[in-house]
């Protein structure tokens, strides 16, 4: 690694300068063995294991709800279809927690990841026209909005 010179187009009496090097000197190089490098490759590859666990804790999760009462139903969204663009898929959610409260008799209602992304999908502007929905009460009075089969 030579250093180059750069000389100053100036009439001064200034010495040329020296570019510095950005690398670490020679002196404070590491060398990294190969037990160091797998260790290093093991440190980064254990944050994925812990992403399958996830999974399988939600899949459980949803299995362990003790269920009361489940429905399905057809929603024609056709009438969110009225608001402003930049309102239509916020008020089709609004909608939806609210048509899931008066069916169910709660005021306790949560949408799923999945049924809020079936939403959302087309963006702000776009919501579906139709969607199927599993409407599912638990014994402690909480509903899920979950997707329906089909659609």
Do not use: C, H
């Not at 100053?8 to 160091?36: C, G």
Request: hydrophobic share 30%; no cysteine.
């Amino acid at each position: 690694m030579a250093k180059k010179e750069v000389a100053i187009e100036d009439d001064s009496d200034i010495e040329p300068s020296r570019e510095i090097e950005l690398t670490r000197p020679e002196a404070a190089k590491t060398e990294v063995t190969e037990e160091e490098s797998e260790e290093l490759e093991s440190e980064t590859k254990t944050p994925e294991a812990p992403e399958a666990p996830v999974a399988e804790e939600a899949a459980e999760e949803e299995e362990e709800i003790e269920i009361v009462e489940e429905k399905f139903y057809d929603l024609n969204l056709r009438r969110i279809w009225t608001a402003p663009r930049e309102k239509r898929t916020p008020r089709a959610v609004r909608y939806v927690r609210q048509y899931a409260a008066n069916r169910m008799k709660t005021d306790n209602v949560s949408l799923s990841e999945e049924t809020n992304s079936l939403l959302w999908s087309r963006g702000i502007s776009k919501p579906p026209r139709k969607i199927r929905i599993r409407v599912v009460k638990d014994k402690e009075g909480k509903v899920i909005v979950f997707p329906g089969e089909g659609k």
